[in-house]
């Protein structure tokens, strides 16, 4: 079974923070994003990445950075954390394979952070 | 641009009722439909998906028909069961396999 984890479940910081949210998968995906998932907005994509050291914004970016070291590992990064970046936080990846049209995205649980 | 627009909820049903939720989408091409469902407390997860027109997906009691003349793919369920109660989303493949998804629907399940 493909195994998405995320670092935390619950996470509370200050505004100002600098916060790192990290995810890893086990399945030798290419491909991992970031979503944040806020009630009546659904998903938004914040970043992606194809490849290690490969990075592209998605549709919300601002506030946000990441970092693809390996291939397991896609961090999300909030420079300085915001009231308005409370939010549930989920990670995905996926094969990346020639049909990435098609392809499967497989979840993490989700990181819920609330910036006070 | 491309977008996903679905019903918006709660819907709630008695058990063994019939389940419609609507989702329509507006794209260049020819893209692949997914439903996801996220139950309680996790993830979401792969509920079914269609890569062409015509296309049925279909799993766990599920189905969705990729139509493109209405540019629709409704899901539905003959009957639902009070563990079907979760949050279900309608999405839409970009290239480099990004997803862009409806709002969610919640749906609750009443015995």
């Known amino acids: 079974d493909v195994k998405v984890t995320q670092s935390s479940r619950y996470l509370v910081k200050r505004t100002g923070e600098k916060v790192f949210l990290e995810c890893v998968q086990d399945?030798?995906?290419?491909?991992m994003f970031w979503y944040r998932q806020d009630p009546g907005l659904g998903l938004r994509l914040i970043y992606f990445?194809?490849?290690?050291?490969?990075?592209e914004k998605g549709d919300i970016p601002e506030g946000y950075s990441v970092s693809r070291e390996k291939k397991e590992r896609f961090s999300l990064i909030l420079e300085s954390a915001s009231t308005n970046q409370t939010s549930m936080y989920l990670c995905?990846?996926?094969?990346?394979?020639?049909?990435?049209?098609?392809?499967?995205?497989?979840f993490g649980p989700g990181t819920r952070l609330t910036v006070l | 641009g491309n977008s996903v627009t679905q019903m918006e909820g709660p819907v709630t049903l008695s058990e063994e009722a019939f389940l419609t939720i609507n989702c329509t989408y507006t794209?260049?091409?020819?893209?692949?439909l997914f439903w996801y469902v996220q139950y309680p407390g996790e993830g979401l997860q792969l509920l079914l998906k269609?890569?062409?027109?015509?296309d049925k997906g279909s799993n766990k009691g599920f189905e969705a028909t990729y139509r493109k003349e209405t540019t629709s793919f409704h899901l539905e369920k003959g009957s639902v069961q009070v563990s079907d109660s979760a949050v279900y989303f309608c999405?839409?493949?970009?290239?480099?396999?990004?997803?862009?998804f409806g709002k969610g629907t919640k749906l609750s399940v009443k015995p």
């Open positions: 269609a890569t062409k027109a015509d």
């Open positions: 999405a839409l493949g970009r290239s480099q396999g990004n997803l862009i």
């Open positions: 794209a260049t091409g020819y893209p692949s």
């Open positions: 995905a990846s996926s094969p990346g394979t020639s049909g990435s049209f098609t392809d499967t995205q497989y």
């Open positions: 990445s194809y490849d290690v050291k490969m990075k």
């Open positions: 399945m030798d995906h290419e491909n």
